[in-house]
Structures are given as structure tokens and as C-alpha cells.
């Protein structure tokens, strides 16, 4: 069975920093592409970031380009995204969801909330 | 604004069929595949539709997908209360390189 599971989630001040972690089990992480996607308060899915199974290959939304950086460990299972610099409207829950594969982001986790407050 | 297009809200009574548009580019939806998603309230969102009309294990089938040109459509029959739910399409943009959703559906069932 394929699971997601997202932490770090957690209450920061603006221009702060924040990591979050995804762990990932019941398939072979190195073989898929894996994405954050995140959703403020009521809104709608905005896509976050991407990297390549191999992890060679990274997409930012224009809206996190140069503040977030998307990472992924093989040996652990693990993809991460490092948020810095971080603004208001960075307040959202944050999904990890595995793809996307031919559009498809077939399996989420259940989401972390990364509030931006002072 | 979301670079796909999708109305922002729909309702129907149970046991009747509704349709839910997505529009984009030739960039997106007119050159990759199309998925949608459903989300209850308070959940993480879950596949329904892949490769444009794909369904996944478990999915039943009075859920539907279509695609033609740049413009895909979700489908479904025998509402029950138990849809109501958010509905989002989503694709990648092969041009910007960037994952791509429409705005949600909110669909009512009443």
C-alpha cells in the first residue's frame, strides 16, 4: 500500500525558515517523480515543486522560485522542501503527492499546515 | 487566478448527472493528459480520473472523463449525497514546466 506521510509542519514569523519532510513507503521511491502541491485557507491546489525520480531534475512555481528548495533522499525514502524567506501568503496546508506521472498525481499524503504569522 | 479554467460551484439533486468543464492551452491540457481530483472536506485530495478518462481501482463507474482540444470534462452520473466534495483538474504544462490545476468545483448535492 502506498503512503505519504508529511511533517513539519508549524506556526513561523515572516522571513523565517521551515522544512518539510515527506515519508514515502509501498513502492520504489527512486522510480517516480515526486511534487508538493499546497492549499491555502479555502482556496484552491496550487502546485509547489517537482523532482525527478533520479533527482536530477527540479520545477518551482514562479511563486517559490529561489526561496524553496525541493530535495530527495533514496536511501531514506524521503523528499523534503526547504522554505525560506517566508511570506503571509505561504500559509497553507502542504501536500505531498507522488508525480506527477503522464499528469497524474496518483497518491497524497494527508497534509502538513505551515502557518506564516508574527 | 488558476491557469485551468473550471466553474467555481454546482448543485443537482441526487440521482442526477452532472458535468464539470476544465479549460486550458494547447500548452496544457491540449498537449499532456488530464486528471481530476475529488476532495471531501477536511481531506487530502484523491484521484478519480487519469490519463483523461482512466478510472483507478475502486473508483466507480458513474464517475466519467473526457478530453478534446484543450478542454476536458468530468462526468457524473446517480449523484449521491456523498459527492459533495471539491472537484480539480489538473495537468502539467509542458511549455512552463510547471504543474497545473484548475480552480476546484464546489459541487452541492441537494
Known amino acids: 500500500e502506498v503512503q505519504l506521510l508529511e511533517s513539519g509542519g508549524g506556526l513561523v514569523q515572516p522571513g523565517g525558515s521551515l522544512r518539510l519532510s515527506c515519508g514515502a513507503s509501498?513502492?520504489?521511491?527512486?522510480?517516480?517523480?515526486m511534487s508538493w502541491v499546497r492549499q491555502a485557507p479555502g482556496k484552491g491546489l496550487e502546485w509547489v515543486s517537482v523532482?525527478?525520480?533520479?533527482?536530477?531534475?527540479?520545477y518551482y512555481a514562479n511563486s517559490v522560485k529561489g526561496r524553496f528548495t525541493i530535495s530527495r533522499d533514496s536511501s531514506k525514502n524521503t523528499l523534503s522542501l526547504q522554505m525560506n524567506s517566508l511570506r503571509a501568503e505561504d500559509t497553507a496546508v502542504y501536500f505531498c503527492?507522488?508525480?506527477?506521472?503522464?499528469?497524474?498525481?496518483?497518491?497524497w499524503g494527508q497534509g502538513t499546515l505551515v502557518t506564516v504569522s508574527s | 487566478q488558476s491557469v485551468l479554467m473550471q466553474p467555481p460551484s454546482l448543485s443537482a439533486a441526487p440521482g442526477q448527472k452532472v458535468t464539470i468543464s476544465c479549460s486550458g492551452s494547447?500548452?496544457?491540457?491540449?498537449?499532456?493528459?488530464v486528471s481530476w481530483y475529488q476532495q471531501l472536506p477536511g481531506t487530502a485530495p484523491k484521484l478519480l480520473i487519469y490519463?483523461?478518462?482512466k478510472r483507478p481501482s475502486g473508483i466507480p463507474d458513474r464517475f466519467s472523463g473526457s478530453k478534446s482540444g484543450t478542454s476536458a470534462t468530468l462526468g457524473i452520473t446517480g449523484l449521491q449525497t456523498g459527492d459533495e466534495a471539491d472537484y480539480y483538474c489538473?495537468?502539467?504544462?509542458?511549455?512552463?514546466?510547471?504543474?497545473?490545476f484548475g480552480g476546484g468545483t464546489k459541487l452541492t448535492v441537494l
Open positions: 490519463e483523461n478518462n
Open positions: 503527492a507522488r508525480g506527477p506521472t503522464r499528469g497524474t498525481f496518483d497518491y
Open positions: 509501498g513502492f520504489t521511491f527512486s522510480n517516480y517523480a
Open positions: 494547447s500548452s496544457n491540457i491540449g498537449n499532456n493528459y
Open positions: 489538473g495537468t502539467w504544462d509542458g511549455s512552463l514546466s510547471v504543474g497545473v
Open positions: 523532482i525527478s525520480g533520479s533527482g536530477g531534475n527540479t
